[in-house]
């Protein structure tokens, strides 16, 4: 395999997307790739990985500020390596019907890294989620665990196939 060792990093504020990424990292491994799962916040330096993967909640179709301060930390180093952007958030069966485009802020973050794919999963918003406004929408049936292994597993897969193809595939 070319590409050895990948962050997968997570901007997540009520553990959905933190849930997402350790589903990649678990994946990742599971096709012998060494996956480091951390939170973007702890992150200050990716010049020991090989590949980056980056997800980030949305809330009012903002990433998570998380993983929008870490693309702004090491957008240099960011851009000199492979590099894939997630987003969470439907808290509906809508990312798992159609493919949804990155938000205009992740959008711009991938035209600044040359980021190779961006992908949106499912959200999930329970009776476990604090805050007054999740607890209200769950209680009157519009929350939900919507956030699909299979579909997260796929596109592991699918960055674990590029890793080893890799660099020509690059951008």
Same mark, same amino acid.
């Given at each position: 395999?070319?590409?050895? @060792?990948?962050?997968?990093?997570? =901007?997540?504020?009520? =553990?959905?997307?933190?849930?997402?990424?350790?589903?990649?990292? @678990?994946?990742?491994?599971?096709?012998? *790739?060494?996956? *480091?799962?951390?939170?973007?916040?702890?992150?200050?330096?990716?010049?020991?990985?090989? /590949?980056?993967?980056?997800?980030?909640?949305?809330?009012?179709? $903002?990433?998570?500020?998380?993983? $929008? $301060?870490?693309?702004?930390?090491?957008?240099?180093?960011? +851009? $000199?390596?492979? *590099?894939?952007?997630?987003? +969470? /958030?439907?808290?509906? +069966? +809508?990312?798992?019907?159609?493919?949804?485009?990155?938000v205009l802020g992740v959008a711009r973050s991938m035209e600044r890294l040359g980021a190779r794919e961006h992908m949106t999963f499912g959200g999930a918003m329970t009776a476990k989620t604090p805050g007054l406004v999740a607890r209200s929408? *769950? @209680? #009157?049936?519009?929350?939900?665990?919507?956030?699909?292994?299979?579909?997260?597993?796929?596109?592991?897969? #699918?960055?674990?196939?590029?890793?080893?193809? =890799?660099?020509?595939?690059?951008?």
């Amino acid at each position: 395999m070319t590409f050895k @060792r990948v962050l997968v990093a997570y =901007g997540s504020k009520h =553990g959905a997307t933190a849930g997402i990424a350790e589903e990649i990292g @678990r994946t990742l491994r599971d096709d012998g *790739v060494e996956a *480091v799962v951390l939170p973007a916040g702890d992150i200050t330096d990716v010049s020991s990985y090989d /590949g980056v993967v980056l997800g980030g909640a949305l809330y009012a179709g $903002r990433w998570n500020g998380q993983a $929008r $301060r870490c693309v702004r930390r090491n957008a240099e180093q960011l +851009s $000199r390596r492979p *590099v894939w952007l997630f987003s +969470s /958030g439907p808290v509906d +069966s +809508s990312a798992e019907q159609y493919d949804i485009p990155p938000v205009l802020g992740v959008a711009r973050s991938m035209e600044r890294l040359g980021a190779r794919e961006h992908m949106t999963f499912g959200g999930a918003m329970t009776a476990k989620t604090p805050g007054l406004v999740a607890r209200s929408l *769950v @209680r #009157h049936g519009k929350g939900g665990d919507f956030r699909n292994s299979a579909q997260i597993q796929a596109w592991a897969h #699918h960055i674990a196939d590029d890793l080893e193809a =890799g660099p020509e595939t690059a951008r």
